[in-house]
């Protein structure tokens, strides 16, 4: 064998090893981070009910914290996680429309977030 060769086997084990070492942490680091969001005005969210097509949106958040949802109309999702939203959706659509609607809710796009920089910084102000 070459020591190219010998040179991608070990770059090729190496990535391995370190994948099945590190590769589950990461998964579940990105799983609690999915979980724990909390949804804001401009996040992009995408809402399906299973097996009812005319209820699949995507949605941007206004800046009061509501969406426009069919046969709900408004409702306040901002400040819920994601699976909270997707609940609270769930029990209004069984309370007037579906018999045990199955409601799933994904963050498309993260709206953009603005913060201040105080103290001992380069540069003070909005970023």
């Known amino acids: 064998m070459s020591i190219k060769s010998l040179s991608f086997h070990f770059c090729l084990r190496l990535a391995v090893v370190l994948a099945i070492l590190v590769g589950p942490a990461t998964v579940v680091r990105a799983a609690d981070i999915e979980s724990s969001h909390l949804l804001a005005p401009n996040d992009m969210v995408e809402i399906k009910v299973f097996q009812e097509d005319d209820l699949e949106a995507k949605l941007r958040i206004s800046q009061r914290g509501t969406i426009t949802f069919p046969l709900v109309g408004v409702i306040s999702i901002g400040g819920k996680t994601p699976q909270d939203a997707a609940a609270l959706i769930r029990a ?27 103290g001992q910084g380069a540069k003070s102000g909005q970023l």
């Open 92 to 118: 209004a659509l069984a309370k007037d429309y579906l018999v045990n609607p199955q409601v799933t809710l994904t963050v498309l796009e993260y709206g953009k977030r603005r913060f201040t920089v105080l």
